[in-house]
């Protein structure tokens, strides 16, 4: 673990070394072109609604419903012939039936298949992230670096990257060497009914039990205790690989080694013991604990992409991914897309994905879970299952942006729509759009 | 794994030292269409994948921070 932090430490200290070396090699005037010619700005909207039996805030039962409308702006800028600075910022907002689950005894019926109307039911999600890159003066060597926050009312995440991309054979061929470090922190929040469990709590003699009565086992006594430490860190390191194989024919490789630490545990999310009597309050069932999950976990994941262009009206684009964890899940990911060009103008986007995984270790469905186990979660997105995803979009195209709004040319626009049904009871659909607009 | 990996890596190493597209040639391969990533209309489906799949990375998308998802 040491070893790697090390490791992603030195590649950015060799990155920004060699980013400000070159900055001086590339103090030669010579004819380039620029790396990108004007200001472009693309918005990115999207809107996506799932649901579900199965939501492992209560347990590993009850709706898994959620909607969420997100809105972003990506702004690239050309500072010079080489330099590019990208601002990407970013808001989420979402209402959700199972987070508002975390307290589900503020209204008048508790129960895990009905939403409560608590706080926690919605929430804001803002991102900015910063981007700079440098391209060299025969553009075969790019360095780039970022910076990123985001933030929610549980949540608090800052990250910083690098990337150094080398191109050879002729641009023919591309490696690239990428490393990203996050360091996040939690603001934990735990289900309602375990808070007076924590220590220093008031346990059975809360306001939460005088004012409901408990039925079923009435001696309800969870073993509950606060996480220590409520930060959490991801390290990745990545390569990429890409080739043109024939004039109407590339691919590339990409591997990512990712190394994540500290809470791990979503803290609101309900575990029910089989070997404990069961507790409720009208028709919710009172949480024995909130998921365990290690401190650690290390995940590798290569994938491959391949892409034809078969004629002047058919593109093929295909991927897949290979995925492994050390948490005992295993997943196969496999997608195509062809690219239908109608007119010069207008291109459709038929697509469908396959995804499956493996449990993890820790899983158990609902109410299976032993309480004398370290590990435990009823989380079903770390469950055995797998999915298909359909898709189908249509794209406007116009290189020569004669439509404006104010001094910005539209040089594209995007609409797709996506139904992803797993072969259990969740699925969701989402529909995204995008806007390209070029600085005159 | 890791073995099938550098086998993988020196085979695709070895297909490149015999093609070379010249730059009048990439007209189909500069298409829009052709990009080896994701569009970016696309990027918010994947950080959906991201938040619901065990699985990440290897994609272009996040691998890990910015969100207690995943």
Known sequence: MNTLKYFLLICFSLTSLVSFTQQTQDSIQVYKKRVLETTEIDFLTSYYNQDGDNAAVSGGIGTEELTDFTGRFVVSIPLNDDDILIIDAGVSAYTSASSSNIDPFDGDFADPYQASSGASGSDLWANFTGNYSHSSDDRNDIWSAKFSVSSEYDYFSVG??????????????????????????????????????????????????????????????????????????????????????????????????????????????????????????????????????????????????????????????????????????????????????????????????????????????????????????????????????????????????????????IKSIDLKFYHYDRNTTFSSNIITAGIKFVMD | MIKRISVLFLITCFFSSCVVVKEYEKVNINDPDMVLSEKKCDRNVTTMHSYREAAVGANGGKTGGGCGCN
């Open chain 1, 160 to 409: 910083v990257g690098g990337s150094y991309t080398k191109l050879f054979n002729k641009k023919n061929t591309e490696l690239s060497i990428n490393a990203n470090i996050f360091i996040d922190t939690w603001n934990a929040i735990y289900p309602r009914e375990l808070r007076p469990f924590a220590e220093g709590g008031d346990g059975l003699d809360d306001e939460l039990f005088k004012d409901n009565t408990i039925t079923g086992n009435t001696n309800y006594n969870p073993n509950f205790s606060e996480f220590d430490n409520e930060g959490r860190n991801s390290y990745s390191l990545g390569f990429g690989f890409s080739q043109i194989l024939h004039k109407n024919v590339q691919g590339s490789f990409a591997l990512d080694f990712i190394q994540q630490q500290g809470l791990l545990s979503t803290p609101f999310q309900r575990v029910y013991f089989s070997d404990v009597a069961d507790s409720f309050i009208d028709n919710f069932q009172l949480a024995d604990d909130v998921e365990q999950l290690p401190d650690t976990r290390f995940r590798v994941a290569i994938g491959g992409r391949l892409n034809w262009y078969l004629n002047e009206t058919f593109t093929l684009r295909t991927y897949y991914r290979y995925y492994y964890d050390d948490w005992g899940v295993t997943s196969h990911t496999a997608s195509i897309e062809v690219p239908i060009k109608i007119t010069d103008k207008f291109t459709l986007y038929p697509s469908y994905r396959f995804y499956n995984q493996t449990a993890a270790d820790y899983f158990n469905p609902y109410e299976a879970a032993l309480s004398t186990d370290e590990y435990y979660t009823s989380d079903y997105d770390l469950s055995e299952y797998s999915a298909n995803q359909f898709g189908i979009g249509a794209s406007y195209t116009d290189i020569f942006t004669k439509a404006h709004i104010w001094k910005f040319g």
